[in-house]
């Protein structure tokens, strides 16, 4: 159950400004700690602040890294929204992650969700560089 709500409430720190002692509050310190791990923190331009993340998230719990697995997969799968230069940064950023999630500890346990990301990247890179071509 505190791995559905941290999955619902992934954001709202970040999001929303919601503070860590108000969602233990409203729910415990065990969600209130995930949502704070999947928490952006980093500053810096973009690439320093993936690379702050990538390297956040590679000490955090295992659970953390699962959900942050699932939830760039989904947004891998929404991201045709999103201007096209963003897109492919978005792409690579998304290997990296899957990269040092994999080599950090429990990564091994993260094989199939690696895996499963850098199919999403792999099918939706090329569907996106075939639809531009015939675009253009």
């Known amino acids: 159950e505190d791995l559905i709500a941290t999955a619902y409430l992934h954001d709202v720190m970040e999001d929303c400004e919601v503070e860590f002692y108000t969602l233990e509050r409203a729910f415990n310190y065990?969600?209130?700690?995930?949502?704070?791990?999947?928490?952006?923190?980093?500053?810096?331009?973009?690439?320093?602040?993936?690379?702050?993340?990538?390297?956040?998230l590679s000490i955090a719990p295992f659970e953390v890294k699962v959900l942050k697995l699932i939830d760039r997969i989904d947004n891998l799968r929404d991201i045709w929204q999103a201007p096209e230069g963003f897109i492919n940064k978005y792409f690579d950023e998304s290997i990296l992650l899957s990269h040092c999630l994999l080599k950090s500890y429990g990564g091994d346990k993260l094989e199939h969700l690696t895996n499963e990301l850098k199919q999403v990247c792999e099918l939706n890179c090329a569907s996106f560089h075939t639809e531009l071509v015939s675009y253009h």
């Open 30 to 56: 065990r969600i209130a700690s995930y949502v704070d791990w999947m928490t952006n923190r980093s500053v810096g331009n973009r690439e320093s602040r993936k690379r702050q993340d990538r390297k956040r």
